[in-house]
């Protein structure tokens, strides 16, 4: 894996969340995007190589919304940059780890992502993360 690419954090509003987010880090959010297949709207900032993923659940059954509803704002997966998000699930899932996912799928911020279940992980929701390339 290359790096940390992002940390979701789950919120409750975003447009609170940003000014927060705004105010601690000390940096413009630099982009919000909706993803309506995942019923979420999200924002980003940029913290060095890193990222901070800002989600708010867009309805009542997101898995965002119920995150919040069930354990409060806080951190909801850590995100890593793959270089070919294939070849690691193959890796991954040879080694016995639950993907959420049988194939890719687009995430926010022109990403293919796949998710692996927390069970496996030790109790983190992790992202993989491979930017879709032109
Ligand atoms: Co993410």
């Not at 901070?52 to 919304?65: H, K, R």
């Not at 639950?98 to 293919?112: H, I, Q, R």
């Amino acid at each position: 894996m290359v790096r940390i690419e992002h940390i979701g954090i789950a919120v409750e509003n975003l447009e609170d969340s940003i000014a927060l987010y705004e105010q601690l880090l000390n940096t413009p959010c630099y982009k919000t995007e909706t993803v309506e297949a995942e019923k979420v709207a999200t924002a980003f900032f940029r913290v060095g190589e890193s990222k901070i993923e800002l989600l708010q659940g867009s309805d009542a059954d997101s898995v965002i919304t119920k995150f919040v509803a069930k354990k409060g704002q806080g951190i909801h997966h850590i995100a890593y940059e793959v270089e070919n998000i294939q070849a690691e699930m193959k890796r991954l899932t040879a080694l016995g780890f639950e993907l959420l996912n049988t194939e890719p799928k687009k995430g926010a911020d022109n990403k293919l992502v796949c998710f692996l279940h927390p069970k496996t992980s030790g109790g983190v929701l992790v992202e993989l993360c491979q930017e879709i390339r032109p």
